[in-house]
């Protein structure tokens, strides 16, 4: 493992060592519902958006039957609501019709579902079944890559295939939510005093 690459794990494992996801959900599809909400979102105002949402709909079913315009408005505040409305209804149909109303297993037939690109299919796959077959590629995580020196793409899948290839496989899911959490607390996206982020100082004369 390279040594630069070794220092961000220890050190991410020590400041986060029981990072997770953030998303509250309480099932599979609800967990998919969030994802999709957190494009362009934070999971803080998504988290405030899926108490009211998912009581109004509690079953994949309430999501086939709801009215698009009503849809809209219950998630108006998360951002991009027409795109999101248009996919998670559209996700909802082909998850009953399709996949017989269980979320599926590969990145394949995840790819095949409305609203779903690596990211989501990465973050779901990994939370519903513990199956990691990538790095979700987050706005945190595309930043700090960057900012690390793991990568010198912008496009999310070329950061990912760069990051799986210097991340060992069994770090791939926490390493996800350690650098969100990392870019939350420490290395914000606004001006600050980066010299002083823990990952800095743990990279200092490390050429």
């Known amino acids: 493992m390279d040594g630069r690459v070794k220092i961000i794990l220890e050190t991410l494992k020590d400041l986060f060592p029981e990072a997770h996801i953030a998303l509250s959900y309480a099932n599979h599809w609800e967990l998919m519902v969030a994802v999709q909400l957190s494009t362009q979102c934070t ?3 998504v988290n405030e958006v899926t108490p009211a949402l998912f009581g109004k709909y509690p ?4 999501y086939c039957a709801a009215d698009p315009a009503e849809f809209e408005r219950d998630i108006h505040s998360t ?4 795109n999101k409305t248009k996919n998670i209804l559209a996700a909802a149909t082909m998850v009953r019709d399709r996949f017989h109303g269980e979320l599926p297993r590969t990145m394949e037939e995840m790819l095949s579902i409305p609203g779903v690109a690596r990211k989501t299919a990465n973050v779901v796959l ?5 199956i990691v077959l ?6 945190h995580v595309k930043r700090l890559a960057k900012v690390l020196g793991l990568t010198e793409h912008a496009d999310p899948v070329k950061i990912e295939r760069d990051l799986m290839r210097l991340i060992p496989r069994e770090e791939w899911f926490a390493f996800t ?3 969100i959490d990392y870019g939350r607390k420490w ?3 606004r001006p600050h ?4 982020c823990p990952l800095t100082l743990a990279l200092a004369g490390i050429s």
């Open 43 to 45: 999971d803080k105002k």
């Open 59 to 62: 079953r994949l079913e309430d």
């Open 79 to 82: 951002g991009f609501f027409r």
């Open 126 to 130: 990994g939370n519903a079944y513990g």
């Open 134 to 139: 990538g790095i979700a590629v987050d706005t």
């Open 177 to 179: 939510y350690r650098l």
């Open 187 to 189: 290395c914000v996206a």
């Open 193 to 196: 005093a980066h010299g002083k």
